[in-house]
C-alpha cells in the first residue's frame, strides 16, 4: 500500500506561481510512473501532468504545457508540480496518483492509477 500526501496549495493572484509536492509512503516508489490530476467545482476530474519512474519522460495536457513542470526526487520519494503563470481557471483541488504497473510511461487517464493522495486546493484570484 502507498500513502500519498499532497501540500503546497493555497490562494495566489492570476500570474503567481505555487509548487505542489507529494510525498509518498513506501519503498517501491522510483518504480512508480506518478501523476497530477485536478478537479474543478462541478467539473469532471481532468489530468494535469505525469512523469516516468525515471523521470526520463514526462506528458502534460495542452492547458497547462509551457506554464506547468512536473518532477520527481525519488530520494525523497516525492514528487513536484511546479505552477507558473497561474490562471484563474486552474482553480481546482490537485490530487496526486500513482501508477504501480511500472510499465504505462507517463499515464494520462485516471483508471490507469491505482494510489490517490486527498488533494490540496489551489485557488487563483483575478
Known amino acids: 500500500q502507498v500513502q500519498l500526501v499532497e501540500s503546497g496549495g493555497g490562494l495566489v493572484q492570476a500570474g503567481d506561481s505555487l509548487r505542489l509536492s507529494c510525498a509518498a509512503s513506501?519503498?517501491?516508489?522510483?518504480?512508480?510512473?506518478m501523476g497530477w490530476f485536478r478537479q474543478a467545482p462541478g467539473k469532471e476530474r481532468e489530468f494535469v501532468a505525469a512523469i516516468s519512474w525515471s523521470g526520463d519522460s514526462t506528458y502534460y495536457a495542452d492547458s497547462v504545457k509551457g506554464r506547468f513542470t512536473i518532477s520527481r526526487d525519488n530520494a525523497k520519494n516525492t514528487v513536484y508540480l511546479q505552477m507558473n503563470s497561474l490562471k484563474p481557471e486552474d482553480t481546482a483541488v490537485y490530487y496526486c496518483?500513482?501508477?504501480?504497473?511500472?510499465?504505462?510511461?507517463?499515464?494520462?487517464?485516471?483508471?490507469?492509477?491505482?494510489?490517490w493522495g486527498q488533494g490540496t486546493q489551489v485557488t487563483v484570484s483575478s
Open positions: 513506501g519503498r517501491t516508489f522510483g518504480s512508480y510512473a
Open positions: 496518483a500513482a501508477d504501480r504497473s511500472g510499465h504505462r510511461g507517463t499515464p494520462a487517464r485516471d483508471d490507469e492509477y491505482d494510489y
